[in-house]
């Protein structure tokens, strides 16, 4: 089946690597809810875009789902109480990232009432106008789930104003360990198609596609029987990683190649993850905000891996906890999957939105092999989905020469780590590219600010020019006064 | 022989004339290339490279009487910038980077004596007298004027805070593999 469809699928995909998949450590166990943790840490910026602005202050009662962090602008998305209780604190708190640096949090002390808000939703969703969809979507903080967390209202009016013909749902999850798509197709089927459905009217898209990957036979089986009659085609495409990128999916899907530096939306396509399509039906249908998330906890070093339903704001720890502790010292914790996950710097970081999985790993699974120098072997290259040279874009970085490394493409890179992945000698190129668009971006910034230091300057020259001016001005005005005084007084 | 050597002659005087009177006639009004360094400066006119502002220093640098690595707040990217330029060799290592720095002023010292915003060249400190005065991060270009004039020492430079915004990756270090 595998190898027939590779064979005679109509798209092929372009590069890729073929990770072991690990998913069987976490996929068996049905969704468990995690027992409330006594705080939630909710930070205000979880999203692609400006941070939320917060809307509450220390002791405040909220609801579950109740506003506590607003909109922050076009491109921002709002937070939400993800239980019921009071606010105990508003104030720094270190951030699931790299650097662990400290960001805007509240922390929410849950009573354990777990009392929503009081919902406000239609009988029938479809009778409400696409436009009022999205604004209820844009409300409800729904970002996107499969870890890029772009806010999803801003791309369902950005679909229909430009027309989109399909709509892409995307069930790859072609990371290792993660299952957390899995296990949501697999349970709650019915629920996605429904999501899907009003994705597809609020964009105003007319074909609806599911890509999964053939690696989940049972999560197929499921969202087939599901889809029936609706409209919706569940689409299978081959294991392979990175699949779950969104142009790759589309190029496999609908043969078309979003162009260089492009949206989706030019070719007509719009693609959302499966948990976003579920996340779209509970606010549409129960009025529900987007408080919680399903997060697979996996590695070899967890006691008992499996998928938990999250409320935002739960702790590391306590993820951990609730799956069995830990069997041995983890040597990295990771938010998100292997391939592209960031590592954590310690477990008191709280889950956010675009938290897909927590893996505690073991130095047996990660591996920590010491770089040698490139062979030239390009497996890379064959390895790159994009189709760059990694090689030399990594050479030119180590020689401190940036402009030629964009010149070869690396602003296209999406850092998905395959050419880090199959490197004989263990160069780590994903991190010479991080790096460099990291260098880039300062460049960009201290450039603009540059110009705005000259214009500082220069208006205030130009203030300082005026001031002697009217000084002169007003000194001469004074003199001449003078003089028409001495003058009257001669006379009289 | 003579033939050869008459019509060389002839086309080398002719051709250098026609130089000669081609400079002249298409000279070219002042230096362009004193305006293009100014561009590569940070404009701020802080004067720590001892001349009057950034157009002297340019002017300096145009006439080649000035090194490229005059430029104290530029840092390292204005000196591969102007060697760039000017076509001169310059051994980036050896150039100090200077952590990016930032003016700040300390509350508890501050007597709002109103000398640093007064001195501020790009606006970026805010205050009245007797008030406690502020710098704008945005807008200070850490040239340490506001740090001269202050007379209770409540002004100083501190390196540019982290945070999650300004974060970013280090550059990779390649150990040698044992051989």
Known sequence: MNLFSSLFSPFRARGGVHPDGRKDLSVEPPIRALPMPERLFVPLQQHVGAPARLSVVVGDRVLKGQLIGAS???????????????????????????????????????????????????????????????????????????????????????????????????????????????RLMRERAAGIVEGI??????????????????????????????????????????????????????????????????????IGVLVHNVAT????????????????????????????????EVPIGALAYDLIKASGGLASDPRRIVLGGPMMGTQLPHLNVPMVKGASGLLALTGKEIGLP??????????????????????????????????????????????????????????????????????????????????????????????????????????????????????????? | MFIAIFSLTLLGGSLGLFLGYAARRLKVEGNPLVEEIQAILPGSQCGQCGFPGCAGAAQALAAGEAPVTLCPPGGREVVALLAAKLGV??????????????????????????KCYKACPT?????????????????????????DVCPTEATRLIPVPVTLQSWSWSKPILERAAA
């Open chain 1, 72 to 182: 922050g602008g076009n491109i921002s998305a709002p937070v939400h109480a993800p239980s019921s209780g009071r606010v105990a604190a508003i104030g720094d708190f270190p951030s699931p990232h790299p650097s662990g640096l400290p960001t805007a949090t509240i922390t929410v002390e849950p009573d354990g009432d777990e009392r929503w808000i009081e919902p406000d939703v239609p009988d029938d969703p479809f009778s409400l106008s696409p436009e009022e969809i999205a604004t209820r979507v844009g409300a409800a903080g729904i970002v996107g789930l499969g870890g890029a967390t772009f806010p999803s209202a801003v791309k369902l009016n950005l679909s229909r104003k430009s027309g989109i013909s399909t709509l892409i749902i995307n069930g790859g999850e072609c990371e290792p360990y993660l299952t957390c798509d899995d």
């Open chain 1, 277 to 308: 399509a579920w996340a779209v039906r509970e606010a549409i249908r129960f009025g529900r905000p987007l408080v919680s998330r399903v997060v697979t906890v996996s590695g070899a070093a967890v006691v008992a891996p499996g998928n938990l």
């Open chain 1, 370 to 492: 010491s770089p040698a120098p490139c062979i030239r072997c390009s497996s890379c290259v064959r390895a790159c989905p994009v189709g760059l040279l990694p090689l030399e874009m990594a050479a030119h970085i180590r020689a401190a020469d940036l402009s030629a490394a964009v010149g070869l493409g690396l602003k296209d890179c999406i850092g998905c780590g395959s050419c880090s992945y199959v490197c004989p000698a263990h160069i780590p190129l994903v991190h010479f590219f991080n790096y460099a668009k990291g260098e880039l971006a300062s460049l960009d910034k201290a450039k603009l600010r540059q110009e705005a230091t000259k214009k500082l300057a220069d208006t205030r020259n130009e203030r300082m020019q005026r001031i002697v001016l009217e000084r002169e001005e007003a000194a001469r005005q004074r003199a001449a006064k003078k003089a028409a005084a001495a003058k009257e007084k001669e006379l009289a």
């Open chain 1, 197 to 266: 459905r009003l994705i597809a009217y609020a964009a105003g898209a007319a074909e609806m596609l599911v890509g999964i990957e053939d690696n989940k036979p049972e999560a197929i089986a499921a969202m087939r029987q599901a889809a029936a009659g609706t409209g919706v085609q569940i689409r299978v495409v081959p294991a392979m990683y990175p699949m779950g990128w969104d142009k790759q999916m589309i190029q496999v899907l609908t043969g078309k190649e979003v162009p260089a530096e492009g949206r989706s939306a030019e």
């Open chain 2, 89 to 114: 060799e310059v051994n980036l290592s050896e150039v100090k980077d200077a952590v990016p720095q930032i003016a700040e002023v300390q509350e508890e010292l501050c007597i709002g004596c109103t």
């Open chain 2, 123 to 147: 606006d970026a400190i805010m205050g009245a007298a007797k008030q406690i005065h502020a710098v704008f991060r945005e807008a200070c270009t850490a040239c340490g004027k506001c740090v």
